[in-house]
């Protein structure tokens, strides 16, 4: 495959490890210290949203729940309206945020023939799409191109979750805050 320079990633690979005593690289990001550095740009009770550090697309985020599991029936009614309710800010966070044309999401279950490198902890991979993108890039080209620094998505996703009803911003560099709705809800 073809590489595409991209100077701003050798941040993340020479990062310090933020929690050491974590087998499962999702479960590190659960706690709320130094969310931008991680790009986590929303959280709620039971999820987070984090930015794929290998995007397919500017904007590619994973809504992940803090259970540590990779079968999704064994998420309790309570993550599992928290993950969707997450996955519809995202929605509209990156709509508002990115404008995207259209939009791809889905889980990799049941391992690697999923397509998948992380099967033990469910996520949700939601893409942006454009019409006219380079998704052919990598079928065609074996090359993926990214048009836009993750930083930059990072910021213009986040302002737009700092943006919707129910949410506060504990910090700068803190995730947005997703409040919990009213019971019943």
Same mark, same amino acid.
């Given at each position: 495959m073809?590489?595409v320079f991209a100077?701003?990633?050798?941040?993340?690979?020479?990062?310090d490890?933020?929690?050491?005593?974590?087998?499962?690289?999702?479960?590190a990001f659960?706690?709320?210290e130094a969310?931008?550095e991680?790009?986590v740009?929303?959280?709620?009770d039971?999820a987070?949203?984090l930015?794929? %550090?290998?995007p397919?697309?500017? =904007?590619?985020?994973?809504v +992940?729940?803090? @259970?540590?599991?990779?079968e #999704?029936?064994a998420?309790?009614?309570?993550?599992?309206l928290?993950?969707?309710?997450l996955?519809?800010r995202a929605?509209?966070?990156?709509?508002?945020?990115?404008?995207p044309d259209?939009?791809?999401?889905?889980l990799?279950?049941?391992?690697?023939?999923?397509?998948?490198?992380i099967?033990?902890?469910?996520?949700?991979?939601v893409?942006?799409?454009?019409d006219?993108?380079? %998704?052919?890039m990598p079928?065609v =080209?074996?090359t993926q191109? +990214?048009?836009? @620094?993750?930083?930059?998505s #990072?910021?213009?996703?986040r302002?737009?979750?700092?943006?919707?009803d129910?949410?506060?911003?504990?910090?700068?560099d803190a995730a947005?805050?997703?409040e919990a709705?009213p019971?019943?809800?």
């Amino acid at each position: 495959m073809d590489s595409v320079f991209a100077p701003w990633r050798i941040e993340w690979v020479e990062r310090d490890e933020k929690n050491p005593d974590a087998d499962c690289v999702f479960c590190a990001f659960r706690d709320d210290e130094a969310d931008r550095e991680n790009r986590v740009v929303a959280r709620s009770d039971h999820a987070f949203v984090l930015l794929n %550090n290998y995007p397919y697309n500017p =904007g590619h985020v994973m809504v +992940i729940p803090h @259970a540590h599991t990779g079968e #999704y029936g064994a998420l309790d009614d309570e993550t599992l309206l928290d993950h969707a309710r997450l996955k519809q800010r995202a929605f509209d966070a990156l709509e508002r945020g990115l404008g995207p044309d259209a939009f791809n999401a889905g889980l990799n279950l049941g391992g690697k023939a999923a397509g998948g490198s992380i099967d033990d902890h469910l996520h949700t991979h939601v893409v942006p799409r454009w019409d006219g993108d380079t %998704n052919f890039m990598p079928v065609v =080209g074996d090359t993926q191109v +990214i048009v836009e @620094a993750v930083d930059d998505s #990072y910021d213009r996703i986040r302002d737009a979750f700092a943006e919707q009803d129910g949410t506060s911003v504990p910090g700068p560099d803190a995730a947005v805050r997703v409040e919990a709705p009213p019971k019943g809800l």
